[in-house]
Nanobody, 115 residues
Framework: QVQLVESGGGLVQAGGSLRLSCAAS????????MGWYRQAPGKQRELVAS???????NYADSVKGRFTISRDSAKNTVYLQMNSLKPEDTAVYYC?????????WGQGTQVTVSS
């Protein structure tokens, strides 16, 4: 089992920044990949960004150049730095971890961007 605890969501004006954190209950080296997903009301959950054990990153086209995913192995934590936020970024953001073909989810954190 991998437990994930997210933090850092909140309300911000358009153009502002937020940083989300996701702390894992196990060593990050034992996790194949971690990522951030989001789900807006009435929409499907979508991948925002991911990072593999080899530090390969992947981003949704809608956030490229604005969001950055990174990790701190010493803290078993993955971050999502979100800059130039837009109202359409409003959603519940979920941390995801994959280990040995098993997927794990955090409880989600709300991000609201006002115009």
């Amino acid at each position: 089992q991998v437990q994930l605890v997210e933090s850092g969501g909140g309300l911000v004006q358009a153009g502002g920044s937020l940083r989300l954190s996701c702390a894992a209950s196990t060593s990050i080296f034992a996790i194949n990949s971690m990522g951030w997903y989001r789900q807006a009301p009435g929409k499907q959950r979508e991948l925002v960004a991911s990072i593999t054990g080899g530090l390969t990153t992947n981003y949704a086209d809608s956030v490229k150049g604005r969001f950055t995913i990174s990790r701190d192995s010493a803290k078993n934590t993955v971050y999502l730095q979100m800059n130039s936020l837009k109202p359409e970024d409003t959603a519940v953001y979920y941390c995801n971890a994959r280990r040995n073909n098993q997927g794990y989810w955090g409880q989600g954190t709300q991000v609201t961007v006002s115009s």
